[in-house]
């Protein structure tokens, strides 16, 4: 009986999920057609949420606005009343898929049955498969049945969805943020299968060109294109505030754990120096612990993420990127953009493309928790050096801008619909 239970709910599982597919892959209109080259989709698991990818996307969002395209960004979930990182960019459209506000509308019992039962299109081994259920996926393919343009996903399970769904109008492109490497083995064997669907794939560095280059038999055709700064606001760093930075969230990742012990040594040979670590996680009482255990909390400060991080870097000289991984480094680059002398680990995925060591910063060798020690105490030490490094750091910042990078999706774009244009009906 069992087994029985079991292969019916498979056969309704596939037949759900072919009713969905068979639905999304209905022509496209042909007033969409019509405007369908100027035309972007951007799907996020939290549009209001914080994080390098979300920075990313409405950077690049209020780049193709400004240059006529009509952008919507899709989140799979609206869990805050005010988008994290403010106001979203004049011009382009922000959809939820489903609110998840405290206050928001209430559902109905057709609803709540959907929101109960897992996505059919969002593989499960994506941890954000957590923003996504049947109910996102019926509101995403009403979303994009019968339109025209170019659909971008911006993590695995996004980009496995949209390889699947085979809309016909619609040019999809998967963009990994995170490092190959660092995905989990399911996750990486979900990439292998599930992305052929793809007509591009984007991935932020040469480090993961290659890797992705070795894991496909095939594939989609790569491109790299790295993620850019926004201008921040607030003056520039202040070079002479006896302030160190460090920002992300308290997790694994951020390396926050190497950090408080390499910050023990300067602490202890310069009391009137400061560390200030900006963000929140479920670590952040095993920090207080270590703090303690190092007898620093004089000069150690645990606060929320900042409201305005350009302000909030601007009251700082040094920067430190103590991260184990990195998809792209975006806030390393933010502190550049500022000026700051800047010190990271030379982790994955890979600041050493970023940081020529003691010209615009100081790199160290991943996870050298001594030698992170000395670079930092070297920076709080020899403000020259600070001023030297922190100068040519804000020129190459200057590298990583929309305007510079921008032009390189405009690019893109342009040769998938060529290649769409040439492909038989």
Not at 406 to 418: A, H
Request: glycine share 10%.
């Amino acid at each position: 009986m069992p087994g029985i239970l079991a292969r019916i709910k498979r056969i309704a599982i596939d037949l759900v999920r072919a009713a969905l597919l068979r639905y999304v892959r209905a022509a496209p209109r042909p007033e969409e057609l019509r405007g369908g080259d100027r035309r972007v989709f951007i799907v996020l698991w939290k549009a209001w949420g914080m994080g390098g990818t979300i920075r990313a996307a409405f950077n690049l969002a209020e780049y193709l606005t400004e240059r006529g395209y009509e952008v919507e960004v899709i989140s799979a979930v609206r869990d805050h009343e005010e988008p994290f990182f403010g106001a979203f960019p004049p011009g382009v459209k922000v959809t939820a898929l489903e609110d998840r506000r405290e206050h928001g509308p209430r559902a109905g019992p057709l609803r709540r049955a959907l929101l109960r039962l897992p996505s059919l299109l969002v593989p499960g081994a994506d941890r954000a498969v957590t923003g996504f259920n049947l109910w996102t996926d019926i509101g995403l393919v009403r979303r994009l049945r019968g339109r025209a343009g170019f659909l971008i996903g911006t993590r695995p399970g996004v980009n496995a969805a949209i390889s699947r769904l085979g809309a016909p109008g619609l040019i999809t492109i998967g963009l990994e943020q995170m490092n190959l490497a660092k995905h989990p083995r399911k996750v990486k064997k979900a990439i292998r299968m599930r992305y052929s669907g793809l007509d591009a794939l984007v991935v932020l560095t040469d480090q993961d060109m290659a890797a992705y280059h070795g894991l496909f038999d095939g594939g989609p055709p790569l491109y790299r294109i790295p993620n850019t700064v926004r201008p921040l606001p607030g003056a520039k760093a202040d070079l002479s505030a006896k302030t160190v930075y460090a920002a992300g969230r308290f997790r694994y990742q951020k390396g926050f754990d190497l950090l408080i012990p390499a910050w023990a040594e300067t602490a202890r040979a310069h009391p009137e120096w400061r560390l200030r670590l900006r963000g929140a996680g479920h670590l952040r009482k095993r920090f207080e612990r270590l703090i303690a255990e190092h007898g620093i909390e004089d000069s150690v400060t645990l606060e929320g993420p900042a409201d305005d991080i350009g302000s909030d870097m601007a009251e700082a000289s040094v920067f430190v990127l103590s991260s184990r991984f990195e998809g792209f480094p975006l806030i390393l680059l933010e502190a550049m953009s500022k000026g700051m002398g800047v010190v990271a680990f030379d982790c994955p995925t890979d600041p050493a493309d970023i940081v020529e060591d003691h010209r615009n910063g100081l790199l160290v060798p991943h996870e050298d928790v001594e030698g992170l020690s000395r670079a930092i105490r070297e920076l709080v030490e020899d403000e020259e050096l600070r001023r030297r490094t922190a100068a040519a750091a804000i020129e190459t910042a200057q590298q990583y801008t929309i305007e510079a990078v921008g032009p390189r999706w405009l690019e893109l774009f342009e040769e998938l619909s060529r290649v769409r244009r040439r492909a038989p009906a």
